[in-house]
């Protein structure tokens, strides 16, 4: 079992780096002005989100629903934190969604954001993390 969770928060850690990094290579793509530089960002953003992230996500799922079976979902099914773990994690998937439309916008010349607005979508991931990560291990209801 405890191979299991830590499996899982390895890939959880993977999968939140590329988070995190993912919409500050957007801040610089945005600001960026030369055809060099766009081309490079496209390679770094594609390797990042489809070598990095989405293996850490699918990861992370993995071996977080496999924990749930394992546990027993009846043992935490009443339980309100693995509810609204579960939510935020819903949640962080759409933002995961919403990062790949970025890098599709960016990959066709289509970005329609400046770089402001990702400074502002780079927080959403931290706010995601510190409520999972207080749900789960500080189970507060």
């Known amino acids: 079992m405890l191979w299991l969770k830590a499996l899982h928060l390895i890939f959880m ?3 939140f ?3 995190f990094y993912l919409p500050r290579l957007f801040v610089y793509h ?3 002005d030369d055809e060099i530089s ?3 960002f496209k390679i770094m953003e594609r390797k990042l989100f489809f070598g990095i992230m989405t293996p850490g996500m699918i990861l992370t ?3 977080g629903l496999w924990m749930l079976v394992d546990y027993g979902w009846e043992l935490y099914s ?3 934190w693995l509810h609204a773990k579960l939510s935020l994690l819903l949640l962080l998937l759409i933002y995961h969604v919403c990062c790949g439309k970025w890098l599709l916008d960016f990959k066709h010349d289509r970005n329609r954001h400046s770089h402001v607005y990702f400074r502002w979508m780079n927080e959403i991931p931290v706010l995601f993390l510190v409520g999972i990560v207080i749900l ?3 189970k507060p209801f």
């Open 136 to 138: 789960a291990t500080v």
């Open 30 to 32: 945005a600001m960026s």
């Open 13 to 15: 850690v993977t999968w």
């Open 78 to 80: 009443a339980s309100g």
């Open 38 to 40: 766009h081309e490079r």
């Open 17 to 19: 780096a590329g988070l």
């Open 61 to 63: 799922f993995i071996f």
